[in-house]
């Protein structure tokens, strides 16, 4: 089994911080790109961030100069720096992986998610 854990959500303050942690564990080859996706009631999931294998960042609009994203390819994980936190950052963040459990031509890589973590920032 493939498992990604979140961590590091919460409540905070209009212009404070958080720092998301995504864990992958299990049975895997590799792990291609990694990002964190966002959902607020009634609206689509959306990309915040993504990084891939050799570092290239990428932002949405919205979030660039205060969020941060970096990746350890030898622990498997990927976090989001959060700073200057606004209400309309309210959401559930989902970490997301592109991974390829097997070095087989049967084995393509495939999308794996996180249960979720909910992120408050109140005004």
């Known amino acids: 089994q493939v498992q990604l854990v979140e961590s590091g959500g919460g409540l905070v303050q209009a212009g404070g911080s958080l720092r998301l942690s995504c864990a992958v564990s299990g049975s895997i080859f590799s792990i291609n790109d990694m990002g964190w996706y966002r959902q607020a009631p009634g609206n689509q999931r959306t990309l915040v961030a993504r990084v891939s294998t050799d570092g290239t960042t990428k932002y949405v609009d919205s979030v660039k100069d205060r969020f941060t994203i970096s990746r350890d390819n030898a622990k498997n994980t990927v976090d989001l720096q959060m700073d200057s936190l606004k209400p309309e950052d309210t959401a559930v963040y989902y970490c997301?992986?592109?991974?390829?459990?097997?070095?087989?031509?049967?084995?393509?890589?495939?999308?794996?998610w996180g249960q979720g973590t909910q992120v408050t920032v109140s005004s």
């Open positions: 997301n992986a592109e991974i390829r459990r097997h070095d087989l031509s049967s084995s393509p890589a495939r999308q794996y």
